[in-house]
């Protein structure tokens, strides 16, 4: 069991020093990481120096923290709105006409239809926009989105339900999660912290960002794009909206979306060929190309408007059908704000309002502090448990120590490659794993004291020690392991960074402890031909 093979000792081998190099760019800052690469001669390799260093999270190097909450006034209205012309849609296919029409109210909507049979005719199709709550857990909850009032010789009531409305409320925060992570990543932020709280709130962390203003109107705004016609003077089915290129005017434009958003497939910041200014350049799917193509055929000559957030960024005129499902958003964006809101619509839109509650911006200062503290600990962490193993196993105390150094740095290594983010958390999960990875060695080289005093010969007892502690190892890790998987796919935030470094040092013991340690000793057995056990 002693015996290891020249390949199986250099395959062990490179292991290690890959897993070690990819650790390398984590001890030195970026300059000096570029300035190196840049000094390396042009035949050198340059992928055998890797570039990739730990992300520190925000509790070590600052960054900003915002905290998003979902606008329900606003979910209401909007939801009232939409319930509004589902019923206008139901009351124009069944050749229904209401009495005074359909009159909005802060839940809801409320009609009067006085011909008992046209009454008759529209509430079963009514009734079908009351859809029952699920939960993805238990199933069908009982409540329902809509109450349905019918009173005889009077109005007609749809309410909004509080069931209802929390319902949408969830919804829309887990699609805001979802959305505002597209929206980072496209902008190149690493390793952001986007998680839930409470029912109607998102929490957001962004290590290393240094201007949370651009930061918060990239999260806040809801990204809504709209194409509609700009209508020749105010009337019933016209909405009167602010426009971005004369401050304070409004803007008569029809309600009717000619295409939206929701249809784009691409959006990407460009420059006008003529004026050179920024613009922004997007791209249909097929549905929304049909539907732009045939607006703008319909419509030539006219104006149509570009509305974002309800406000009309430009109203160009149409001067030819277009039909190849591309187009251009132009008005007067700096190169900044093209490229924003380029991201805005590749990402998608908001599905609800949020408002900012909580801003926080975290310094460097406190992260130099923690960074230093979390150093201190590991060091003298490090320094007692080196001590004490190389005072009580001699030699094999040294080994355990070089294995030690070598997991540590392994566990560094892997959360480069992973791009893990470093915490403070994750600091102390590597301090106790630096226990539990020699609790591995302490417990091999008690069961080998323990062959030798039964009158084993050194050989037999080496074999021994490192045979029947194994089941130990692999059953003690196991039921770490598994504690740490818990914590990862349960917890959130400082918790699961505490999980990610508490399993890989799981899996880098089971190689050191095991593996490098058995090799070393035996490297150590047949170089020396020892009578008896170090210690």
Not at 103 to 120: E, F, K, M, S, T
Not at 183 to 197: A, K, V
Not at 311 to 330: C, F, L, M, W, Y
């Amino acid at each position: 069991m002693l015996r290891f093979s020249r390949t199986k000792i250099i395959a062990t081998l490179a292991v290690i020093l890959i897993g070690l190099s990819l650790a390398v760019p984590s001890f030195f800052p970026a300059d000096s990481r570029k300035a190196f690469m840049a000094a390396l001669p042009g035949w050198f390799p340059s992928w055998i120096i890797p570039q990739r260093a730990i992300v520190l999270g925000l509790d070590l190097q600052g960054g900003s923290q915002l905290l998003l909450e979902v606008d329900q006034n606003e979910l209401i209205a909007s939801q009232a709105k939409a319930l509004r012309d589902d019923v206008r849609r139901i009351l124009q296919q069944e050749s229904v006409r209401a009495e005074g029409g359909i009159q909005l109210l802060q839940r809801g909507v409320q009609l009067r239809v006085p011909d008992a049979a046209a009454r008759a005719k529209v509430l079963p199709k009514l009734q079908e926009l009351s859809q029952p709550i699920s939960n993805p857990l238990v199933g069908q909850t009982g409540g329902r989105t809509v109450e349905i009032v019918d009173q005889p010789d009077g109005p007609i009531r749809l309410t909004l339900t509080d069931a209802g409305v929390n319902e949408r409320t969830r919804r829309a925060v887990s699609q805001g999660i979802e959305v505002i992570r597209r929206r980072l990543d496209s902008t190149g932020t690493t390793e952001p912290s986007i998680q839930q709280q409470g029912a109607d709130r998102i929490l957001i962390q962004v290590p290393g960002e240094q201007n949370p203003e651009r930061l918060e109107k990239l999260l806040g705004s809801t990204a809504k794009l709209e194409f509609r016609m700009l209508a020749d003077s105010p009337s019933g089915d016209v909405d009167l909206l602010p426009s971005k290129d004369e401050k304070g005017a409004k803007v008569p434009v029809e309600r009717r979306v000619m295409a939206d958003g929701g249809d784009l497939t691409d959006a990407q910041p460009a420059f006008d060929q003529q004026t050179h200014e920024p613009m922004v350049s997007f791209k249909f799917n097929l549905k929304g190309a049909q539907r732009f193509g045939q607006a703008t055929s319909e419509n030539v000559g006219r104006r149509m408007a570009i509305v974002l957030d309800n406000e009309v960024v430009s109203a160009p005129v149409i001067r030819s059908a277009i039909t190849g499902g591309n187009g251009q958003i132009t008005g007067n964006f700096t190169v900044q704000q093209a490229n924003d809101l380029s991201v805005l619509l590749r990402a998608g839109a908001l599905p609800a309002k949020f408002t900012v509650v909580e801003r926080r911006v975290v310094g460097p200062g406190l992260g130099r502090d923690s960074i230093e503290a979390g150093k201190l600990a590991t060091l003298v962490a490090a320094v007692l448990v080196i001590g004490f193993m190389f005072l009580t196993y001699g030699t094999f105390g040294f080994i355990a120590n070089i294995a030690l150094i070598v997991h540590v740095g392994l566990i560094l290594g892997l959360m480069s490659v992973l791009e893990a983010t470093m915490t403070l958390p994750g600091i102390a999960g590597i301090v106790l794993t630096i226990g539990t990875a020699v609790d591995s060695n302490v417990l091999i080289y008690e069961r080998m004291r323990e062959e030798s005093r039964a009158g084993r010969s050194l050989i037999s007892a080496l074999q021994a020690g490192f045979d029947r502690a194994f089941a130990t190892i692999i059953d003690s890790n196991s039921t770490m392991a598994i504690a740490a998987l818990i914590l990862f796919f349960l917890g959130s935030g400082p918790v699961k960074g505490f999980a990610v470094v508490f399993i890989l040092g799981i899996l880098t013991t089971v190689i050191t402890a095991v593996t490098l340690t058995r090799m070393m000793i035996a490297v150590w057995y047949t170089t020396f031909r020892p009578k008896a056990l170090p210690f």
